[in-house]
């Protein structure tokens, strides 16, 4: 059974950074898509960004590109998510996410709920204006 941990939210000023880190556990992640989503109150959950584990495929919302940087340490089974500039409309719970997916569908097809099926329990990151 997949198991995330994520780390590393906390509260930050406008045009600041935060990086996000995600633990996995549970079993050997080749062809799996790590993913993060966000969550502000009231909203639905939306996509941020993903990577492929076994290349340097990646995935980003367009609220995210040039700001935000997703990426992975395999021997450490850790995925980050380095975020500058932050604008207060980053304010989130933000969770990591993970789905088998060997055969690379595209953005589209990673950012919607239901794509994944492995999530974690959330860290909350705040930006004050």
């Known amino acids: 059974q997949v198991q995330l941990v994520e780390s590393g939210g906390g509260l930050v000023q406008a045009g600041g950074s935060l990086r996000l880190s995600c633990t996995a556990s549970?079993?050997?992640?080749?062809?799996?898509?790590m993913g993060w989503f966000r969550q502000a109150p009231g909203k639905e959950r939306e996509f941020v960004s993903g990577?492929?584990?076994?290349?340097?495929?990646?995935y980003y919302a367009d609220s995210v590109k040039g700001r935000f940087t997703i990426s992975r340490d395999n021997a450490k089974n850790t995925v980050y998510l380095q975020m500058n500039s932050l604008k207060p409309e980053d304010t989130a719970v933000y969770y990591c996410?993970?789905?088998?997916?060997?055969?690379?569908?595209?953005?589209?097809?990673?950012?919607?709920?239901?794509?994944?099926?492995?999530w974690g329990q959330g860290t909350q990151v705040t930006v004050s204006s």
């Open positions: 990577i492929r584990w076994s290349s340097d495929t990646t």
């Open positions: 549970g079993r050997t992640f080749g062809g799996y898509v």
């Open positions: 996410a993970a789905v088998r997916s060997p055969v690379n569908r595209g953005t589209y097809y990673y950012a919607h709920l239901a794509t994944w099926d492995a």
